[in-house]
């Protein structure tokens, strides 16, 4: 099991443990992702969006 750095829009979100890239992609995405209601309302709030909201790149990285 591989510890892997979540970063989405230069920030980094915190880690996952997986075995391998396509996984720890897809649980960063279980741990992390917000739904564009979810960013809007923390934005309106002027609000860090701490979180991948849809449509936002990310990067998983060995840690």
């Known amino acids: 099991m591989t510890t892997w750095n ?3 829009e230069g920030r980094f979100l915190g880690t996952v443990e997986e075995d391998g890239e396509e ?3 897809c649980a960063a995405l279980s741990k992390f992702a917000l739904t564009a209601e979810e ?3 923390l934005d ?3 609000l ?3 979180g991948i ?3 936002w790149g990310f990067d998983v990285t060995p840690a």
Do not use: M, Q, T, Y
Request: charged share 30%; proline share 11%; net charge negative.
């Open 53 to 55: 909201a849809p449509d």
């Open 23 to 25: 996984s720890a992609r």
């Open 6 to 8: 979540v970063h989405c």
């Open 39 to 41: 960013a809007d309302a």
């Open 44 to 46: 309106e709030k002027g």
């Open 48 to 50: 860090p969006i701490l």
